[in-house]
T-cell receptor, first 115, second 110 residues
Framework: NAGVTQTPKFRILKIGQSMTLQCTQDMNHNYMYWYRQDPGMGLKLIYY???????DKGEVPNGYNVSRSTTEDFPLRLELAAPSQTSVYFC??????????????FGSGTRLTVV | QKEVEQDPGPLSVPEGAIVSLNCTYS??????FMWYRQYSRKGPELLMY????GNKEDGRFTAQVDKSSKYISLFIRDSQPSDSATYLC??????????FGAGTRLFVKA
């Protein structure tokens, strides 16, 4: 079982560049999430999706976009990268949505540096 | 004031010790409480998931929720070097948005 797979694992971007962080899950989970993790801070929700074609903003959505065309895939798009977007990004999924989803399954993360 | 407060540590204990990890919170609407373990350069993995107040035990791990004090705990018995990781508490009111603590770093010395 692959679970939640994220690519790439590492990336260095220059200011103003764009990129897409890929996330795919093979557990047939309807609910998917993107979080960022900064030192000394808790995980912050960027966007989430309750199913194919349905997405909604989380706590820190500015500078990011998402799409959900299939149950399996939930890519995160960064447009015009800024140093403030330097972080570790985690994709997660869950079988149920509300109440913490019964617990999330996380990917191994993408470590992004914007210079 | 953060919604969820967690001492960042590090907490260093000898092998075999009982470990107590804690979080406090300010939002009385939280009903679902979770503990995740995160190894270095890995994603968090779910350890415990509880609803409302009370205790839940799973092997060497016990999660405790005291809603009256807005305080949750994770106890690890007979700690092992493999328990060395960052432990994140997380809470949810029943909606789609889960709030995470910043994590406590734990080192278990052999």
């Amino acid at each position: 079982n692959a679970g939640v797979t994220q690519t790439p694992k590492f990336r260095i971007l220059k200011i103003g560049q764009s990129m897409t962080l890929q996330c795919t899950q093979d557990m047939n989970h309807n609910y998917m999430y993107w979080y960022r993790q900064d030192p000394g801070m808790g995980l912050k929700l960027i966007y989430y999706s309750v199913g194919a074609g349905i997405t909604d903003k989380g706590e820190v959505p500015n500078g990011y976009n998402v799409s959900r065309s299939t149950t399996e895939d939930f890519p995160l798009r960064l447009e015009l990268a800024a140093p403030s977007q330097t972080s570790v990004y985690f994709c997660a999924s869950s079988y149920t949505g509300q109440g913490g989803g019964g617990g999330y399954t996380f990917g191994s993360g993408t470590r992004l540096t914007v210079v | 004031q953060k919604e969820v407060e967690q001492d960042p540590g590090p907490l260093s204990v000898p092998e075999g010790a009982i470990v107590s990890l804690n979080c406090t919170y300010s939002n009385s609407a939280f009903q679902y409480f979770m503990w995740y373990r995160q190894y270095s350069r890995k994603g968090p993995e779910l350890l415990m998931y509880t609803y409302s107040s009370g205790n839940k035990e799973d092997g060497r791990f016990t999660a405790q929720v005291d809603k009256s004090s807005k305080y949750i705990s994770l106890f690890i018995r007979d700690s092992q070097p493999s328990d060395s990781a960052t432990y994140l508490c997380a809470m949810n009111t029943g909606g789609f948005k889960t709030i995470f603590g910043a994590g406590t770093r734990l080192f278990v010395k052999a």
